[in-house]
């Protein structure tokens, strides 16, 4: 009995060796793309995106290839991998179909995929960088004015550094300057603190650090009702980045970021309930300081008072009700559009702050607008122009049935704050159509003029 049960032993550890399991001499199975791996003969497509390299938690099999030359294996998304050459990454459809130590599914262009990185420290060799949540064997040094350990951030803005330097932090946040009372804020980054950067997004889509290194002032904001918070930085000497949080010390609250506006740009606008808070921070660039000037304004929300604010689609003063704009500040559509004004000469001037958010184009339009209707005297094409006399970012569309959506013959939101807007229809002789000179968003609203030519 011993010798037959020690046989059945020798033949299941045979047949562990084939299957890469049972480890007594057989060849380990190559493993597909995603799965753990230390070095390249571990996986099929013969490559290993190793933690050391990678920063990937216990490694990640792949292969190089080449968009339809070198294809991957079945179930993998040739990605590139820098300017020099492209990598196989496993597709996904949730995380559960993404193996690896701390790999996720993540929505890209060409695909969902499985992307590595970590989440705590027991997954890497050596620890878990906070802030890149990549791997690393890199100790940032939180008081040297460097970045150790290679993820972009130096001293006090790295989140591994949040131990060092809360006292630093809390400090910083708790003298941020007031501007809940709205109004014209100036001054420099020069003697400021450098304790906070952001992750921003360029306009390609990219990461950018924005404030290592650099000095910045901080502001904060208290909504004091419900309404809408208005807010805007323009450089007087110098670059600048500026970024906004709801919370000073919580990197993952940012809301965005921008450049220093030059003069004459509008403003962002959130809109707030009462007690909200918003941290403002304006980071000097290339280890300059800068000037700015920042503009801060808040409007209480009000229906009746005449002004549009926040989320009302309209305010003109409650003096009728059931006109265009009802009593509790809401359109009546069917009045919007028998109130539309009609353009005999081809050509008018208006201001879409004057107007009410009663409709909005299939492109953009969520701010306020004008209706006008035309009657073409000849069947065939015209071109619409609305052209800001400021700095207005206007959206145009016309509908051949002002209350339908469906119907819309056009939209274009293709110009910036300031840019004409321009679109070209079919147009039959005695019809009308409806024509929309609508507005981006609340804040974006302006004169303009607007023109129609028979083509």
């Known amino acids: 009995m011993t010798s037959g049960t020690g046989g059945e032993g020798g033949d299941q550890g045979g047949e562990g060796g084939q299957g890469g ?33 990678f920063g990937w ?31 196989c990454i496993k597709t996904c459809q949730d995380t559960a179909d ?75 946040c708790t003298e941020a300057i007031d501007v809940s009372e709205g109004g014209t804020f100036t001054g420099t980054t020069e003697s ?46 110098g670059d600048f980045d500026w970024y906004i949080r709801t919370s000073c010390d919580d990197p993952s609250t940012l809301l965005g970021c921008l450049l220093a506006y ?25 280890g300059s300081p800068a000037e700015y000037v920042l503009d801060v304004d808040f409007r209480e929300q009000v229906c009746g008072d005449g002004a549009l604010v926040g989320t009302e689609l309209c305010d003109d003063g409650n003096e009728v009700d059931d006109d265009v704009c009802s009593n509790a ?5 069917a009045a919007a559009c028998a109130a539309a004004v009609p353009v005999a000469d081809a050509a008018a001037a208006g201001d879409t702050s004057e107007g009410v958010r009663a409709f909005e184009g299939s492109c953009a339009g969520a701010g306020p607008d004008l209706v006008y209707r035309y009657s073409p005297e000849a069947s065939g094409s015209v071109t619409i122009t609305a052209t800001p006399t400021g700095a207005a970012d206007l959206v145009l569309h016309a509908r051949t049935d002002c209350a339908e959506a469906a119907s819309e013959l056009d939209c274009t939101d293709a110009g910036f704050s300031g840019e004409a807007e321009s679109i070209t229809v079919e147009v039959t002789a005695g019809t009308p159509i409806d024509i929309f000179v609508d507005t981006y968003d609340n804040v974006s609203a302006g004169p303009f003029e607007l023109t129609i030519t028979q083509d």
């Open 329 to 333: 500040c809401e359109v009546n559509p």
């Open 192 to 237: 400021g603190t450098s304790l906070f950067s952001a992750a921003c997004p360029d306009i390609f889509g990219s990461i950018y650090p924005a404030g290592v290194g650099e000095s910045e002032q901080v502001f904060q904001f208290v909504a004091p009702a419900k309404g809408s918070f208005r807010v805007v930085a323009t450089s007087t000497a």
């Open 262 to 286: 030059p003069p004459g740009e509008p403003p962002l606008e959130f809109l707030v309930e009462a007690g909200e808070t918003y941290f403002i921070f304006i980071e000097g660039q290339l």
């Open 57 to 87: 938690a216990g490694g990640y099999c792949s292969s190089l290839c080449a968009q339809e030359l070198i294809e991957c294996e079945a179930g993998s998304v040739c990605l590139a991998a820098g300017s020099d050459f492209s990598l």
């Open 98 to 172: 993404c193996t690896g130590a701390a790999q996720g599914c993540v929505e890209l262009t060409e695909a969902a995929v499985c992307l590595g990185g970590c989440d705590s420290d027991d997954q890497c060799q050596g620890f878990c960088d906070s802030d890149s949540a990549l791997c690393s064997t890199l100790d940032e040094d939180c008081d040297n004015e460097r970045d150790d350990d290679g993820d972009g951030l130096q001293d006090c803005e790295e989140l591994d550094c949040s131990d060092a330097c809360a006292a630093s932090v809390a400090a910083a």
């Open 21 to 53: 399991q049972g480890g007594q001499g057989g060849a380990m199975e190559a493993r597909a793309d995603g799965e753990p791996c230390t070095s390249d003969d571990e996986c099929s497509g013969g490559l290993c995106m190793t933690e050391d390299a």
